[in-house]
């Protein structure tokens, strides 16, 4: 009897090896928090430095046209005016995504709807090659082919907003496309079955509820998609100029966050207010991909398929 | 099934242990003395790699690893005690955030530094004023200097790097220059100077080849020997700091530089000029004086 008892009292080996499984997921989900908040907090504490150490005004900061941190100008304050960066970042993203997103949509619903045997077949493995490769090699592939280009026909030097666009379109591509394809793989069958037994044609259906009803997963796409486009540094670097100059039209030299930082981060110093005025542009970075991924929560989370 | 997790647990432990190990071996020996590391300017970095090659040659089991980054880099990781040797095309003391008594400065070559031009402009020679004009936004097209009628578009280097701050100094005699496009390798510029029509830029002359017209300045050309008796003044040393004198490894391997066989070998095959070859010496406010 006292035999039976003890056992039922004790912890089985089932629940010590679930106490083991639940102890090691927690150890990595730390680890992973760790990690998080010491970038957040060491990006933090250099970007800010620029206000609270070199006393930079945040509005000259975020407003100012001149970026020449080793030179004074005529406040007797250091020139960090990031402006020109972030407009040529947003201006980018923007444009690219633009862009990009008609022929995400195009490729998904042909691949989905038109011809689901032959897009998977072949779209899909196309697109998930072009995820694959390396951002070098398309910087490199828009230096040799898409800056000539552009010279050629819209004029100036090549290098500019508009080659950008150019690179980053075919980068985004196949994430915002075969996320797109994912949702509309999501859209339940029923709802096509549906609206064909109403007697809506194959192009109606795909137009008035089919995509009507994967609006908030496209959404997702196209934000993901511009999060990629914001944070690409390499093949951006390689084609838009890098001159720190308010873009007047899409072929001058002009640059973004990303292009200013790796180009400079180099030749400062640690600790300097050069370096630190970088350290600022990263934070920037740091903080509008926050955003993003907020506004991708939020889509997500109104426009649940139910 | 029991079999099975032991040996799982057991295979994970033999490679994080294999990394470890691994790591270990091949950890990097400097405080040993069997290496050094070197940092910094990417313009001397084909130097300092290939003396590096030869050295290790000569010297079994010292191994010297060149890393790029930048002067700035250089200076700051040699400042910090990170490294044993901060390559820099400039003065430390030019360097801003950068505190200079207690660096050693060792000069290992002198490189020379030219504008360039699309070949199409059709100038062969601009004045020290047409120059600044140019680069300050001045003048826009290559007409109202005698040249084509082709937009002109500037092409600098990074703020900071050591190439720019030479050319800036001695060329443009520190006027101020117009927000342009930016690239951060010389390769790169002559490249886009190469195929883009009206392009001016500036490179060490080890980078000025065929594919784009050297421009004399003053009427006097860049030449070698031009540069060892100061007459084309746009040049630089290049610089190997230490934290303190150089010990062990590090100091072997900057007397291996600074010795002739170095010097007139690796140093003059590179398209860099030698210190014996110098006429002249230039200090960091940019006196000169005439060696005898």
């Known amino acids: ?306 | 099934m029991n079999k099975r997790r032991i040996a799982g647990v057991a295979l994970f432990l033999i490679a994080v242990g294999g990394l470890l190990g691994l790591g270990y071996q091949t950890r990097n020996r400097s405080s040993a003395g069997g290496s050094i590391t070197t940092v910094g300017s990417t313009a001397l970095q084909p130097l300092v790699e290939a003396a590096g090659e030869q050295f290790s040659g000569d010297h079994l089991g010292v191994f010297i690893n060149v890393q790029g980054g930048g002067s700035g880099t250089g200076l700051s990781q040699i400042q910090e005690g990170a490294v044993a040797i901060g390559d820099s095309d400039v003065f430390a003391e030019e360097q801003s955030g950068i505190h200079s008594h207690n660096l050693v400065d060792h000069r290992v070559a002198v490189v020379g530094i030219v504008p360039i031009i699309n070949k199409e402009v059709g100038l062969k020679t601009l004045t020290t004023a047409q120059l600044q004009k140019v680069f300050d936004g001045t003048y826009t097209n290559w007409r109202e200097l005698g040249g084509k009628n082709v937009p002109i578009t500037i092409v600098n280097r990074a703020q900071g790097s050591g190439t720019r701050a030479t050319f800036e100094k001695w060329a443009l005699r520190g006027h101020r220059v117009k927000t342009a496009q930016e690239q951060d390798s010389s390769g790169m510029v002559r490249s886009i100077v190469s195929t883009t029509p009206g392009a001016i830029s500036y490179v060490a002359f080890s980078y000025a080849n065929k594919t784009v017209q050297k421009v004399a300045i003053n009427g006097v050309a860049p030449t070698n020997q031009n540069v060892t008796s100061n007459k084309w003044q746009v040049w630089s040393y290049e610089h190997m700091y230490t934290n303190g004198r150089p010990k062990g490894v590090a100091k072997s391997f900057l007397n291996y530089i600074e010795s002739p066989k170095i010097q007139s070998t690796l140093v003059r095959q590179l398209g860099y000029i030698s210190i014996s070859q110098m006429h002249v010496e230039r200090d960091v406010k940019g006196r000169v004086t005439v060696i005898r």
């Open chain 1, 1 to 306: 009897m006292d035999k039976i008892k003890e056992k039922l009292q004790q912890t089985s080996q089932a629940t010590r090896s679930e106490r083991r499984g639940r102890f090691i997921s927690f150890l990595a989900l730390i680890l992973i928090l760790v990690v998080v908040i010491a970038i957040f907090w060491f990006v933090a504490a250099k970007g800010l430095a620029t206000f609270f150490q070199n006393h930079i005004n945040v509005g000259d900061f975020l407003s100012g046209k001149t970026w020449d941190p080793s030179v004074k100008g005529a406040n007797g304050k250091p020139e960090v005016g990031a402006l020109p960066m972030i407009v040529g970042s947003f201006l980018i993203t923007l444009l690219s995504a633009l862009v990009a997103t008609p022929f995400a949509i195009g490729t998904a619903v042909f691949m989905n709807e038109i011809a689901p045997r032959n897009g998977a077949k072949i779209l899909q493995p196309v697109t998930e090659l072009l995820v694959g490769i390396p951002s070098v090699v398309y910087g490199f592939i828009g230096l040799s082919v898409v800056v000539p280009f552009v010279r050629h026909v819209f004029g100036g030097s090549g290098f500019g907003i508009l080659s950008g666009t150019f690179v980053l379109f075919v980068m985004i591509l196949p994430t915002v496309t075969s996320m797109t394809a994912d949702t509309l793989k999501s859209v339940p069958r029923y709802y096509r079955e549906a609206s064909l037994a109403l007697g809506a044609t194959r192009w109606q259906t795909i137009h008035k509820v089919v995509l009507r009803a994967a609006t908030p997963g496209i959404l997702t796409a196209i934000v993901f998609g511009m999060a990629r486009a914001f944070g690409e540094a390499l093949a951006v670097q390689m084609v838009v100029g890098n001159a720190t100059l308010l873009p007047h039209n899409l072929v001058s030299p002009s640059s973004t966050l990303t292009s200013v930082l790796t180009e400079g981060i180099g030749n400062t110093v640690m600790g300097s207010l050069q370096n630190n005025a970088l350290w600022s542009l990263a934070l920037v970075l740091l903080i509008m991909s926050l955003f993003f991924n907020v506004i991708i929560r939020i889509i997500g989370r109104k426009g649940e398929l139910r």
